[in-house]
């Protein structure tokens, strides 16, 4: 089922833009157990207003659209896994044990919350056909990878090592990577075993840096 964890913090009294807030809140957590339960395609506004128990009306006045709704929810994904990752692959240590916390994390994030992947792919398909969501995705992906390449940077900097490519291009391998290891443990779990996405994801990173060259020093 799918579980919606929203980052900001619920103050002990509410104002008025906090009262919206937590309204907005409310209808995304009912958000993600309608898609959860119905898929995006078949989920209705209605629903939605339902299972947070507020009018429909309440919903529009704070989305403009079920497409919106949606992306809200993916974009509070990607912030959410993005911190986690982030977090994990910067943990003090040499590269191996930034690379297995990193794997560690990863690994957890994709079994623990693979109903988000489902819904994700569902999207992918929709999105072929709804320039709205297609956008959507795109600026989702693009603020992952913008995201996922100033950690490459920051790490490779403190670890004085270098990238064999762009810190742009391997965050875009490295979230492609992950996205199609998910896809194929949705319709054949039994083939990877626990440590598969861990140990290849540290095979790939490992394979994109090198010892820093100091300027002046000859190839």
């Keep these: 089922m799918l579980k919606y964890r929203s980052q900001a913090r619920r103050p002990a009294r509410l104002t008025r833009e906090a009262k919206k807030q937590e309204t907005r809140r409310r209808l995304l957590a009912a958000a993600a157990g309608v898609f959860a339960a119905r898929g995006y395609h078949r989920a209705t506004v209605d629903e939605i207003a339902e299972a947070a128990g507020y009018t429909k009306g309440a919903v529009y006045s704070n989305f403009a659209s079920k497409e919106e709704i949606l992306l809200s929810l993916l974009e509070d994904l990607a912030r959410s896994w993005c911190t986690a990752i982030a977090d994990a692959y910067s943990v003090e240590g040499d590269v191996q044990t930034r690379l297995r916390k990193g794997g560690e994390t990863l690994t957890r994030l994709t079994e623990h919350e693979a109903d988000w992947f489902l819904l994700l792919a ?11 969501l297609r956008r959507g995705l795109a600026a989702m992906y693009q603020d992952a990878r913008t995201k996922a390449a100033d950690v490459i940077t920051r790490q490779l900097a403190e670890l004085q090592l270098e990238p064999l490519l762009p810190p742009a291009e391997i965050a875009t391998l490295f979230i492609a990577l992950t996205d ?16 598969f996405l861990a140990n ?7 394979a ?12």
């Design 200 to 206: 290849g994801m540290g095979a790939f990173l490992a």
């Design 180 to 195: 199609g290891f998910v896809l194929q443990k949705l319709v054949d779990p039994k083939r990877f075993g626990r440590g």
């Design 122 to 132: 569902e999207v992918w398909s929709e999105s072929a056909r709804n320039a709205q």
């Design 208 to 219: 994109m840096m090198r010892p820093a060259r100091h300027k002046g020093k000859s190839e």
